[in-house]
C-alpha cells in the first residue's frame, strides 16, 4: 500500500510555471512505477505523464512533450511534474498514481494507487 499526497496546484496566467509534488508514504517508493494524469471538468482523465521505478524512463502524452517534466526523488519518496509554458488548455485536476510493477503504463487502469489531486487553472 502507498499513499500521495499531491500539492502545488493553483492559478498561474498563461506562459507561467507551476511545479507539483507528490508525496507518497507507505514502503519501498522505489518499487513503485509513477505516472501524473488530468481531469478537466466534462472530460475523461487522460494520461500526462509517467516515470520508471529508477526514473531513468519517462514518457509523455504529446500535448505536455517539450513544456512538462515529470521527475523522482526516490530518496525522498517524492515524483515532480514541472510545468512550463502553460496555457488554459492545461487547466484540469492534476492527480498522482501509483503502480506496483516494472512496466511503465500510459492509462489510468494501469495504476493501482491514487491521490485525491490538486486544481490547476491558467488564465488567458
Known amino acids: 500500500q502507498v499513499q500521495l499526497v499531491e500539492s502545488g496546484g493553483g492559478l498561474v496566467q498563461a506562459g507561467g510555471s507551476l511545479r507539483l509534488s507528490c508525496a507518497a508514504s507507505g514502503r519501498m517508493f522505489d518499487n513503485y512505477v509513477m505516472g501524473w494524469f488530468r481531469q478537466a471538468p466534462g472530460k475523461e482523465r487522460e494520461f500526462v505523464a509517467a516515470?520508471?521505478?529508477?526514473?531513468?524512463?519517462?514518457y509523455y502524452t504529446d500535448s505536455v512533450k517539450g513544456r512538462f517534466t515529470i521527475s523522482r526523488d526516490n530518496a525522498k519518496d517524492t515524483v515532480y511534474l514541472q510545468m512550463n509554458s502553460l496555457n488554459a488548455e492545461d487547466t484540469a485536476v492534476y492527480y498522482c498514481a501509483a503502480d506496483f510493477s516494472i512496466e511503465v503504463y500510459t492509462t489510468a487502469n494501469g495504476y493501482d494507487f491514487w491521490g485525491q489531486g490538486t486544481q490547476v487553472t491558467v488564465s488567458s
Open positions: 516515470i520508471s521505478r529508477g526514473g531513468t524512463t519517462t
